[in-house]
């Protein structure tokens, strides 16, 4: 609800004065106070936290989930049907993601010819 609210101002320049100012002025009639906000608030999506990026290095995906629901006041909000929120929805359910640098295994240099550093060599039998 809402309700009248008086402020004694000075008659010359609309200026807010203190209530004493106005002691010998009768204060105004109070009006009834006026019902406000009484519709219910429309429907919205509201977003879960992101999950986690699906690579743990270079560049992935991150995905979440939206609901539809509707504040009923300040204190209390209720899931409802999706068809309530409008279409399509407002906020993205996958978004792109960055992890560090993915790491090349190291190539080293041997007789002119490169190698990765996980091969080895196998010494076999002697030849004939």
Not at 21 to 47: D, G, Q, T
Not at 53 to 81: A, F, Y
Request: charged share 25%; proline share 10%; hydrophobic share 30%.
């Amino acid at each position: 609800t809402q309700s009248e609210i008086f402020k004694c101002i000075r008659y010359d320049n609309n200026v807010v004065v203190p209530d004493r100012r106005c002691k010998k002025i009768e204060r105004p009639a109070l009006s009834p106070a006026v019902e406000c906000n009484n519709h219910p608030c429309p429907a919205r999506w509201r977003a879960d936290a992101w999950s986690e990026c699906s690579v743990t290095c270079g560049s992935g995906i991150k995905t979440r989930r939206l609901e539809c629901v509707q504040d009923l006041n300040s204190k209390l909000t209720m899931r409802v049907p999706a068809g309530a929120c409008p279409q399509p929805p407002d906020l993205s359910t996958r978004g792109t993601c960055l992890g560090p640098p993915c790491v090349i295994p190291e190539v080293r240099k041997m007789n002119g010819m490169s190698r990765d550093t996980t091969s080895q060599w196998h010494v076999g039998e002697w030849s004939p």
